[in-house]
Protein backbone atom coordinates (compact mmCIF):
# COMPACT_ATOMS: atom_id res chain seq x y z
CA UNK A 1 0.00 0.00 0.00
CA UNK A 2 1.12 3.91 -0.15
CA UNK A 3 1.14 3.57 -4.17
CA UNK A 4 0.78 7.07 -5.36
CA UNK A 5 0.09 7.44 -9.50
CA UNK A 6 -0.33 10.70 -10.90
CA UNK A 7 -1.87 10.76 -14.32
CA UNK A 8 -1.59 14.22 -16.60
CA UNK A 9 -2.10 16.48 -14.08
CA UNK A 10 -2.91 20.02 -15.74
CA UNK A 11 -3.75 23.22 -13.62
CA UNK A 12 -3.95 26.59 -13.98
CA UNK A 13 -4.57 29.99 -12.19
CA UNK A 14 -6.24 33.08 -13.33
CA UNK A 15 -4.33 36.34 -11.61
CA UNK A 16 -5.94 39.20 -11.18
CA UNK A 17 -3.57 42.66 -10.99
CA UNK A 18 -5.90 45.66 -11.37
CA UNK A 19 -7.53 44.98 -14.15
CA UNK A 20 -5.39 42.68 -16.18
CA UNK A 21 -6.38 39.20 -15.81
CA UNK A 22 -3.55 37.18 -16.50
CA UNK A 23 -3.77 33.00 -16.69
CA UNK A 24 -0.96 31.09 -15.33
CA UNK A 25 -0.58 27.23 -16.90
CA UNK A 26 1.15 26.00 -13.40
CA UNK A 27 1.31 22.51 -14.33
CA UNK A 28 1.10 20.59 -17.77
CA UNK A 29 -0.15 16.86 -18.12
CA UNK A 30 2.77 15.85 -15.35
CA UNK A 31 2.64 12.20 -15.19
CA UNK A 32 4.71 10.76 -12.28
CA UNK A 33 4.17 7.09 -10.31
CA UNK A 34 5.67 6.31 -7.29
CA UNK A 35 6.00 2.99 -5.78
CA UNK A 36 5.28 1.78 -2.35
CA UNK A 37 7.97 2.59 0.47
CA UNK A 38 9.52 4.30 -2.26
CA UNK A 39 11.27 7.92 -1.34
CA UNK A 40 11.10 10.18 -4.63
CA UNK A 41 12.35 14.12 -4.56
CA UNK A 42 10.68 16.53 -6.87
CA UNK A 43 13.31 19.47 -8.08
CA UNK A 44 12.61 21.91 -10.40
CA UNK A 45 13.30 25.90 -11.34
CA UNK A 46 11.51 28.08 -8.97
CA UNK A 47 7.80 28.71 -9.53
CA UNK A 48 7.78 25.59 -11.51
CA UNK A 49 5.04 24.24 -9.96
CA UNK A 50 6.40 22.12 -7.49
CA UNK A 51 4.08 23.12 -4.37
CA UNK A 52 1.25 23.25 -6.57
CA UNK A 53 1.64 19.77 -7.52
CA UNK A 54 1.94 17.94 -3.82
CA UNK A 55 -1.03 19.86 -3.00
CA UNK A 56 -2.64 18.67 -5.55
CA UNK A 57 -1.34 15.26 -4.25
CA UNK A 58 -2.64 15.82 -0.92
CA UNK A 59 -5.82 16.69 -2.05
CA UNK A 60 -5.79 20.23 -0.93
CA UNK A 61 -6.60 22.12 -4.66
CA UNK A 62 -8.31 19.75 -7.56
CA UNK A 63 -6.63 19.32 -11.20
CA UNK A 64 -7.92 21.05 -14.13
CA UNK A 65 -7.35 17.81 -15.76
CA UNK A 66 -5.82 14.70 -15.02
CA UNK A 67 -6.02 12.82 -11.25
CA UNK A 68 -4.14 11.13 -8.76
CA UNK A 69 -4.64 7.99 -7.39
CA UNK A 70 -3.42 6.31 -4.26
CA UNK A 71 -3.70 2.49 -3.89
CA UNK A 72 -6.15 2.83 -6.82
CA UNK A 73 -8.25 5.13 -5.18
CA UNK A 74 -8.76 8.72 -6.84
CA UNK A 75 -8.14 12.17 -4.50
CA UNK A 76 -10.80 14.23 -4.06
CA UNK A 77 -9.84 15.76 -0.79
CA UNK A 78 -7.18 15.18 2.06
CA UNK A 79 -7.21 11.80 3.27
CA UNK A 80 -5.83 9.77 6.09
CA UNK A 81 -3.73 7.99 3.98
CA UNK A 82 -1.68 10.79 3.78
CA UNK A 83 -0.08 13.11 5.52
CA UNK A 84 2.23 16.92 5.13
CA UNK A 85 5.17 18.57 6.47
CA UNK A 86 4.69 22.12 5.71
CA UNK A 87 7.72 24.54 4.37
CA UNK A 88 6.97 26.77 7.14
CA UNK A 89 6.24 24.08 9.78
CA UNK A 90 2.16 24.84 9.72
CA UNK A 91 2.12 24.03 13.93
CA UNK A 92 -0.46 26.13 15.55
CA UNK A 93 1.41 28.71 17.88
CA UNK A 94 -1.60 28.52 20.54
CA UNK A 95 -1.09 24.30 20.75
CA UNK A 96 2.08 22.97 22.90
CA UNK A 97 4.03 20.16 20.88
CA UNK A 98 1.62 17.57 22.43
CA UNK A 99 -1.38 18.95 21.57
CA UNK A 100 -0.27 20.08 17.79
CA UNK A 101 0.43 16.28 17.74
CA UNK A 102 -2.58 15.40 19.20
CA UNK A 103 -4.82 18.01 16.66
CA UNK A 104 -4.04 15.34 13.99
CA UNK A 105 -5.39 12.39 15.93
CA UNK A 106 -8.45 14.38 17.01
CA UNK A 107 -8.75 15.76 13.30
CA UNK A 108 -8.64 11.96 11.81
CA UNK A 109 -10.37 10.36 14.59
CA UNK A 110 -7.62 7.70 14.73
CA UNK A 111 -8.39 5.11 17.48
CA UNK A 112 -6.79 4.25 20.46
CA UNK A 113 -4.93 5.75 23.12
CA UNK A 114 -3.66 9.35 21.98
CA UNK A 115 -1.51 10.10 24.87
CA UNK A 116 0.40 6.94 24.13
CA UNK A 117 0.43 7.62 20.30
CA UNK A 118 1.74 10.71 21.11
CA UNK A 119 4.19 9.91 23.68
CA UNK A 120 5.93 7.71 21.30
CA UNK A 121 6.02 9.55 18.18
CA UNK A 122 7.53 12.70 20.51
CA UNK A 123 10.42 10.46 20.88
CA UNK A 124 10.62 9.01 17.93
CA UNK A 125 11.55 12.67 16.54
CA UNK A 126 13.66 13.30 19.75
CA UNK A 127 11.51 15.84 21.28
CA UNK A 128 11.59 14.43 25.08
CA UNK A 129 11.54 16.85 27.49
CA UNK A 130 9.81 19.64 25.38
CA UNK A 131 6.16 18.24 25.25
CA UNK A 132 4.42 21.39 27.05
CA UNK A 133 6.85 23.55 24.86
CA UNK A 134 4.71 26.46 22.57
CA UNK A 135 5.94 26.84 19.32
CA UNK A 136 7.56 30.05 19.47
CA UNK A 137 9.56 28.88 22.34
CA UNK A 138 11.45 26.36 19.78
CA UNK A 139 13.99 26.73 17.34
CA UNK A 140 13.54 26.30 13.56
CA UNK A 141 14.78 22.35 13.93
CA UNK A 142 12.43 21.89 16.88
CA UNK A 143 9.66 23.03 14.93
CA UNK A 144 9.90 21.13 12.13
CA UNK A 145 10.20 17.63 14.60
CA UNK A 146 6.77 18.61 15.43
CA UNK A 147 5.62 18.93 12.42
CA UNK A 148 7.04 15.47 11.26
CA UNK A 149 6.02 14.02 14.22
CA UNK A 150 2.40 15.50 13.88
CA UNK A 151 2.44 13.51 10.30
CA UNK A 152 3.68 10.37 11.48
CA UNK A 153 1.28 9.86 14.34
CA UNK A 154 -1.70 9.56 11.83
CA UNK A 155 0.76 6.68 10.35
CA UNK A 156 -0.16 7.56 6.69
CA UNK A 157 0.75 5.53 3.91
CA UNK A 158 2.07 8.75 1.79
CA UNK A 159 3.96 11.49 3.80
CA UNK A 160 4.28 14.81 1.28
CA UNK A 161 7.18 17.00 2.32
CA UNK A 162 7.23 20.55 1.18
CA UNK A 163 10.51 22.02 1.06
CA UNK A 164 10.60 21.41 4.97
CA UNK A 165 14.08 22.06 6.00
CA UNK A 166 14.27 25.00 3.83
CA UNK A 167 13.71 27.22 5.86
CA UNK A 168 16.55 25.81 8.82
CA UNK A 169 20.57 26.86 8.63
CA UNK A 170 22.67 24.22 7.00
CA UNK A 171 23.69 22.32 9.88
CA UNK A 172 20.41 21.61 11.19
CA UNK A 173 19.24 20.72 7.88
CA UNK A 174 21.88 18.15 7.43
CA UNK A 175 21.19 16.96 10.93
CA UNK A 176 17.11 16.68 9.94
CA UNK A 177 18.09 14.91 6.88
CA UNK A 178 19.86 12.14 8.43
CA UNK A 179 17.03 11.79 11.13
CA UNK A 180 14.55 11.58 8.30
CA UNK A 181 16.38 8.67 6.45
CA UNK A 182 16.14 6.92 9.95
CA UNK A 183 12.24 7.43 10.55
CA UNK A 184 11.97 6.61 6.63
CA UNK A 185 13.67 3.42 7.14
CA UNK A 186 11.84 2.06 10.68
CA UNK A 187 8.37 3.80 9.19
CA UNK A 188 8.74 2.60 5.65
CA UNK A 189 6.81 5.22 4.25
CA UNK A 190 6.13 6.06 0.74
CA UNK A 191 8.00 9.83 0.34
CA UNK A 192 7.17 12.42 -1.79
CA UNK A 193 9.80 15.65 -1.32
CA UNK A 194 9.70 18.98 -2.69
CA UNK A 195 13.12 20.49 -2.29
CA UNK A 196 15.18 23.42 -4.59
CA UNK A 197 18.43 21.61 -3.35
CA UNK A 198 19.66 19.35 -5.83
CA UNK A 199 22.16 18.14 -2.89
CA UNK A 200 19.40 17.36 -0.69
CA UNK A 201 17.48 15.46 -3.48
CA UNK A 202 20.29 13.38 -4.54
CA UNK A 203 21.39 12.51 -1.08
CA UNK A 204 17.57 11.86 0.11
CA UNK A 205 15.97 9.83 -2.69
CA UNK A 206 15.62 6.52 -4.61
CA UNK A 207 14.29 9.10 -7.54
CA UNK A 208 14.68 12.57 -8.59
CA UNK A 209 12.20 13.75 -10.58
CA UNK A 210 13.21 16.79 -12.37
CA UNK A 211 10.51 19.59 -13.66
CA UNK A 212 10.75 21.84 -16.20
CA UNK A 213 10.16 25.62 -15.87
CA UNK A 214 6.21 26.62 -15.81
CA UNK A 215 3.87 24.86 -17.12
CA UNK A 216 5.80 22.32 -15.03
CA UNK A 217 6.72 19.41 -16.87
CA UNK A 218 8.25 16.35 -15.86
CA UNK A 219 11.61 16.55 -18.04
CA UNK A 220 13.40 13.76 -16.44
CA UNK A 221 13.68 11.29 -13.48
CA UNK A 222 16.83 10.69 -12.53
CA UNK A 223 17.49 6.88 -10.29
CA UNK A 224 19.62 7.34 -7.89
CA UNK A 225 22.13 4.18 -7.76
CA UNK A 226 23.73 5.39 -4.08
CA UNK A 227 23.51 2.39 -1.71
CA UNK A 228 20.65 2.62 1.21
CA UNK A 229 21.08 3.30 4.00
CA UNK A 230 22.75 6.95 3.06
CA UNK A 231 22.54 7.98 6.90
CA UNK A 232 25.12 4.96 7.80
CA UNK A 233 28.20 6.24 5.45
CA UNK A 234 29.45 9.77 4.22
CA UNK A 235 27.94 9.78 0.98
CA UNK A 236 28.73 13.12 -0.13
CA UNK A 237 32.23 11.80 -0.36
CA UNK A 238 31.26 9.03 -3.15
CA UNK A 239 32.11 10.25 -6.72
CA UNK A 240 29.09 8.87 -8.19
CA UNK A 241 27.33 11.70 -5.75
CA UNK A 242 28.68 14.18 -7.03
CA UNK A 243 28.52 13.26 -11.06
CA UNK A 244 24.38 13.06 -9.85
CA UNK A 245 24.07 16.30 -8.41
CA UNK A 246 25.94 17.56 -11.69
CA UNK A 247 23.89 15.52 -14.19
CA UNK A 248 20.62 17.07 -11.79
CA UNK A 249 21.71 20.18 -12.19
CA UNK A 250 22.76 20.71 -15.26
CA UNK A 251 18.91 19.51 -16.16
CA UNK A 252 17.64 21.94 -14.48
CA UNK A 253 20.33 25.00 -15.40
CA UNK A 254 18.52 24.52 -19.24
CA UNK A 255 15.59 25.48 -17.78
CA UNK A 256 16.72 28.34 -15.52
CA UNK A 257 18.56 29.60 -18.64
CA UNK A 258 15.38 30.11 -20.67
CA UNK A 259 13.53 31.44 -18.05
CA UNK A 260 16.46 33.67 -17.80
CA UNK A 261 16.32 34.58 -21.26
CA UNK A 262 12.32 35.18 -21.31
CA UNK A 263 13.48 37.87 -18.15
CA UNK A 264 15.75 39.35 -20.14
CA UNK A 265 13.56 39.28 -23.53
CA UNK A 266 10.30 41.09 -21.75
CA UNK B 1 13.48 47.09 38.47
CA UNK B 2 11.61 48.57 36.14
CA UNK B 3 8.58 48.85 38.74
CA UNK B 4 10.48 50.16 41.57
CA UNK B 5 11.60 52.90 39.66
CA UNK B 6 7.95 53.62 37.83
CA UNK B 7 6.48 53.80 41.38
CA UNK B 8 9.34 55.95 42.81
CA UNK B 9 8.48 58.02 39.83
CA UNK B 10 4.78 58.01 40.36
CA UNK B 11 4.82 58.62 44.01
CA UNK B 12 7.16 62.04 43.48
CA UNK B 13 4.76 62.96 41.07
CA UNK B 14 1.66 62.61 42.81
CA UNK B 15 3.27 64.65 46.04
CA UNK B 16 4.50 67.10 43.62
CA UNK B 17 1.56 67.72 41.75
CA UNK B 18 -0.60 67.51 45.01
CA UNK B 19 1.61 70.38 46.67
CA UNK B 20 1.56 72.38 43.61
CA UNK B 21 -2.30 72.38 43.92
CA UNK B 22 -2.56 73.53 47.83
CA UNK B 23 -0.42 75.93 46.96
CA UNK B 24 -2.65 77.49 44.11
CA UNK B 25 -5.97 76.56 46.09
CA UNK B 26 -4.18 79.02 48.87
CA UNK B 27 -3.34 81.71 46.30
CA UNK B 28 -6.65 81.77 44.53
CA UNK B 29 -8.38 80.97 47.84
CA UNK B 30 -11.81 80.40 46.12
CA UNK B 31 -13.12 77.41 47.41
CA UNK B 32 -15.38 77.09 44.79
CA UNK B 33 -13.30 76.96 41.33
CA UNK B 34 -10.34 75.41 43.53
CA UNK B 35 -10.68 73.62 47.00
CA UNK B 36 -7.87 72.97 49.19
CA UNK B 37 -6.66 69.36 49.53
CA UNK B 38 -8.43 69.25 53.34
CA UNK B 39 -11.21 70.26 51.89
CA UNK B 40 -11.29 67.46 48.94
CA UNK B 41 -10.02 64.86 51.29
CA UNK B 42 -12.65 66.15 54.24
CA UNK B 43 -15.79 65.65 51.48
CA UNK B 44 -14.37 62.31 50.77
CA UNK B 45 -14.61 61.17 53.95
CA UNK B 46 -18.24 62.58 54.39
CA UNK B 47 -19.23 60.59 51.21
CA UNK B 48 -17.72 57.50 52.53
CA UNK B 49 -19.53 58.23 56.04
CA UNK B 50 -22.74 59.08 54.61
CA UNK B 51 -22.30 55.47 52.32
CA UNK B 52 -23.46 57.94 49.30
CA UNK B 53 -19.87 56.94 47.49
CA UNK B 54 -19.53 53.42 48.35
CA UNK B 55 -23.67 52.94 47.25
CA UNK B 56 -22.86 54.98 43.78
CA UNK B 57 -19.83 53.05 43.23
CA UNK B 58 -20.91 49.93 42.99
CA UNK B 59 -23.93 51.40 41.02
CA UNK B 60 -21.67 51.87 38.12
CA UNK B 61 -19.20 48.98 39.15
CA UNK B 62 -22.11 46.58 38.21
CA UNK B 63 -23.39 47.69 35.41
CA UNK B 64 -19.79 48.31 34.07
CA UNK B 65 -18.85 44.75 34.83
CA UNK B 66 -22.24 43.24 33.28
CA UNK B 67 -22.11 45.45 30.43
CA UNK B 68 -18.51 44.09 29.73
CA UNK B 69 -18.96 41.26 29.71
CA UNK B 70 -22.40 41.40 27.74
CA UNK B 71 -21.17 43.86 25.19
CA UNK B 72 -18.07 41.55 25.08
CA UNK B 73 -19.65 38.52 24.28
CA UNK B 74 -21.87 40.01 21.88
CA UNK B 75 -18.70 42.04 20.02
CA UNK B 76 -17.14 38.93 19.96
CA UNK B 77 -20.07 36.72 18.15
CA UNK B 78 -21.33 38.90 15.40
CA UNK B 79 -17.61 39.90 15.01
CA UNK B 80 -16.71 36.73 14.73
CA UNK B 81 -19.46 36.03 12.08
CA UNK B 82 -18.29 39.20 9.88
CA UNK B 83 -14.98 37.99 9.59
CA UNK B 84 -15.97 34.36 8.23
CA UNK B 85 -18.68 35.21 6.71
CA UNK B 86 -19.12 37.57 3.77
CA UNK B 87 -22.77 37.66 3.55
CA UNK B 88 -23.04 38.06 7.10
CA UNK B 89 -20.14 41.22 6.52
CA UNK B 90 -22.52 42.21 3.91
CA UNK B 91 -25.59 42.30 6.32
CA UNK B 92 -24.26 43.81 9.44
CA UNK B 93 -21.54 46.34 8.00
CA UNK B 94 -23.34 49.19 7.73
CA UNK B 95 -25.51 48.99 10.79
CA UNK B 96 -22.42 48.54 12.80
CA UNK B 97 -20.35 51.71 11.30
CA UNK B 98 -23.47 53.56 11.30
CA UNK B 99 -24.22 52.83 15.50
CA UNK B 100 -20.45 53.07 16.12
CA UNK B 101 -21.00 56.68 14.24
CA UNK B 102 -24.18 57.48 16.52
CA UNK B 103 -23.70 59.53 19.46
CA UNK B 104 -25.02 56.75 22.04
CA UNK B 105 -26.13 59.12 24.53
CA UNK B 106 -28.75 59.98 21.99
CA UNK B 107 -30.01 56.27 22.41
CA UNK B 108 -30.25 56.45 26.49
CA UNK B 109 -33.90 56.81 26.77
CA UNK B 110 -34.71 54.37 24.45
CA UNK B 111 -32.58 51.93 25.54
CA UNK B 112 -33.94 52.78 29.32
CA UNK B 113 -37.30 52.37 28.15
CA UNK B 114 -36.60 48.92 26.16
CA UNK B 115 -34.81 47.48 29.98
CA UNK B 116 -36.04 49.49 32.32
CA UNK B 117 -34.22 52.26 34.64
CA UNK B 118 -33.08 49.59 37.13
CA UNK B 119 -29.78 47.16 36.44
CA UNK B 120 -30.89 45.77 32.97
CA UNK B 121 -31.05 49.14 31.32
CA UNK B 122 -28.04 50.74 32.40
CA UNK B 123 -26.01 47.22 31.32
CA UNK B 124 -27.69 47.34 27.94
CA UNK B 125 -26.66 50.79 27.84
CA UNK B 126 -22.52 49.96 28.43
CA UNK B 127 -22.99 46.61 26.25
CA UNK B 128 -24.00 48.76 23.93
CA UNK B 129 -21.03 50.86 24.42
CA UNK B 130 -18.38 47.53 24.30
CA UNK B 131 -19.55 46.00 21.39
CA UNK B 132 -18.73 48.17 18.92
CA UNK B 133 -14.88 48.28 19.55
CA UNK B 134 -14.70 44.63 20.07
CA UNK B 135 -16.89 44.07 17.28
CA UNK B 136 -14.70 45.83 14.87
CA UNK B 137 -11.27 44.59 16.06
CA UNK B 138 -12.58 40.84 16.02
CA UNK B 139 -14.11 40.96 12.88
CA UNK B 140 -10.88 42.18 11.21
CA UNK B 141 -8.61 39.46 13.22
CA UNK B 142 -11.02 36.97 11.58
CA UNK B 143 -10.97 38.16 8.40
CA UNK B 144 -7.05 38.42 8.47
CA UNK B 145 -6.33 34.83 9.89
CA UNK B 146 -3.14 32.78 8.96
CA UNK B 147 -4.20 31.12 5.37
CA UNK B 148 -1.19 28.98 5.40
CA UNK B 149 -2.63 27.73 9.37
CA UNK B 150 -6.45 27.03 7.68
CA UNK B 151 -4.77 24.95 4.57
CA UNK B 152 -2.59 22.85 7.42
CA UNK B 153 -5.46 22.10 9.35
CA UNK B 154 -7.40 21.15 6.33
CA UNK B 155 -4.69 18.97 4.99
CA UNK B 156 -5.52 17.06 8.68
CA UNK B 157 -8.93 16.49 7.94
CA UNK B 158 -9.92 19.24 9.94
CA UNK B 159 -13.97 20.71 8.26
CA UNK B 160 -15.45 24.29 8.21
CA UNK B 161 -16.41 24.03 11.96
CA UNK B 162 -13.31 22.75 13.09
CA UNK B 163 -11.11 25.28 11.38
CA UNK B 164 -13.15 28.22 12.61
CA UNK B 165 -12.98 26.82 16.37
CA UNK B 166 -9.32 25.83 16.44
CA UNK B 167 -7.48 27.91 13.93
CA UNK B 168 -9.71 31.42 13.23
CA UNK B 169 -10.73 31.72 16.71
CA UNK B 170 -7.31 31.37 18.75
CA UNK B 171 -5.67 33.47 15.97
CA UNK B 172 -8.62 36.65 16.50
CA UNK B 173 -8.11 36.31 20.30
CA UNK B 174 -5.10 39.18 20.46
CA UNK B 175 -7.53 41.50 18.49
CA UNK B 176 -10.68 41.05 20.80
CA UNK B 177 -8.68 41.61 23.30
CA UNK B 178 -7.21 44.81 22.09
CA UNK B 179 -10.88 45.98 21.15
CA UNK B 180 -11.82 45.13 25.08
CA UNK B 181 -9.48 47.10 26.40
CA UNK B 182 -10.25 50.08 24.28
CA UNK B 183 -14.14 49.06 25.37
CA UNK B 184 -13.13 49.93 28.99
CA UNK B 185 -12.83 53.27 29.03
CA UNK B 186 -15.53 53.72 26.29
CA UNK B 187 -17.83 52.26 28.97
CA UNK B 188 -16.71 53.81 31.97
CA UNK B 189 -17.20 57.36 30.47
CA UNK B 190 -20.12 56.38 27.98
CA UNK B 191 -21.84 54.93 31.68
CA UNK B 192 -21.17 58.77 33.78
CA UNK B 193 -22.45 60.90 31.03
CA UNK B 194 -25.77 58.89 31.04
CA UNK B 195 -26.10 58.60 34.53
CA UNK B 196 -25.59 62.84 34.88
CA UNK B 197 -27.48 63.10 31.62
CA UNK B 198 -30.51 60.74 33.26
CA UNK B 199 -30.16 61.77 36.68
CA UNK B 200 -29.74 57.97 37.62
CA UNK B 201 -28.35 56.33 40.46
CA UNK B 202 -24.49 55.59 40.32
CA UNK B 203 -21.19 58.03 40.41
CA UNK B 204 -22.81 60.15 37.71
CA UNK B 205 -25.28 61.58 39.89
CA UNK B 206 -23.07 62.47 42.63
CA UNK B 207 -20.91 64.31 40.24
CA UNK B 208 -23.93 65.97 38.46
CA UNK B 209 -26.09 66.73 41.52
CA UNK B 210 -22.78 68.15 43.69
CA UNK B 211 -21.60 69.88 40.16
CA UNK B 212 -25.13 72.07 39.92
CA UNK B 213 -24.81 73.41 43.49
CA UNK B 214 -21.44 74.16 42.24
CA UNK B 215 -19.68 71.69 45.37
CA UNK B 216 -16.58 71.73 43.71
CA UNK B 217 -14.81 69.37 46.69
CA UNK B 218 -17.17 66.71 45.98
CA UNK B 219 -17.66 66.92 42.98
CA UNK B 220 -13.66 66.11 43.03
CA UNK B 221 -13.36 63.74 45.99
CA UNK B 222 -15.92 61.68 43.65
CA UNK B 223 -13.68 61.97 40.48
CA UNK B 224 -10.75 61.03 42.79
CA UNK B 225 -12.81 57.32 42.71
CA UNK B 226 -13.00 56.95 39.24
CA UNK B 227 -9.69 55.94 38.31
CA UNK B 228 -10.15 53.26 40.47
CA UNK B 229 -13.26 51.78 39.02
CA UNK B 230 -11.57 51.76 35.86
CA UNK B 231 -8.30 50.12 37.37
CA UNK B 232 -11.32 46.86 38.31
CA UNK B 233 -12.13 46.73 35.03
CA UNK B 234 -9.11 47.05 33.00
CA UNK B 235 -7.22 44.41 36.06
CA UNK B 236 -9.95 42.41 34.91
CA UNK B 237 -9.67 41.97 30.71
CA UNK B 238 -5.57 42.22 31.74
CA UNK B 239 -6.22 38.90 33.22
CA UNK B 240 -8.59 37.32 31.36
CA UNK B 241 -5.57 38.28 28.39
CA UNK B 242 -2.97 36.99 30.06
CA UNK B 243 -4.93 33.80 30.25
CA UNK B 244 -6.41 33.36 26.85
CA UNK B 245 -3.31 34.37 24.58
CA UNK B 246 -0.85 33.16 26.88
CA UNK B 247 0.64 31.53 23.86
CA UNK B 248 1.69 34.40 22.22
CA UNK B 249 5.07 35.28 21.77
CA UNK B 250 4.56 39.13 23.04
CA UNK B 251 2.54 37.52 26.36
CA UNK B 252 5.60 35.40 27.37
CA UNK B 253 7.78 38.40 26.84
CA UNK B 254 6.57 40.30 29.46
Not at chain 1, 160 to 173: I, K, N, Y
Request: glycine residues 8%; charged residues 20%; proline residues 4%.
Amino acid sequence: MGTVEVRDISKAFVKRMGRDVQTIHALDRVNLTVREGEFVSIVGPSGCGKTTLLRIIDGLILPDEGEVCINGHVVREPGRDRAMVFQDFGLLPWKTVTENIRFALQMRKIPGDHSEIVRRHVELVGLKGFEHHYPHELSGGMQQRVGIARALTIDPEVLLMDEPFAALDAQMREVLQAELLKIWEQTAKTIIFITHSIDEAVYLSDRVVVLSQRPGQVRETVRVDLPQPRWSYPVRKEPRFWELREYVWELIRESVLVLSAEADGQ
Amino acid sequence: MGNLAASRTQVIWLLGLAASWEVAARLLDSPIAMPRLGAIFGALIDLLRSGQLVEAAWWSFSALYLGLFVGGALGIIFGFLMGVSRLAEYALRPYASALYATPLVALVPVVLLWFGMGLGGRVAFVALWVVFPVLISTSAGARSGDRKLQEAARSFGANRWQIWLHVVLPYAMPFVFSGLRLAVGRALVGLIVAEMFLQSKGLGLLLASYGASFSTEYVLAVILVLPLVYWGLAGTVMLAEKRVVRWHPAAAAT
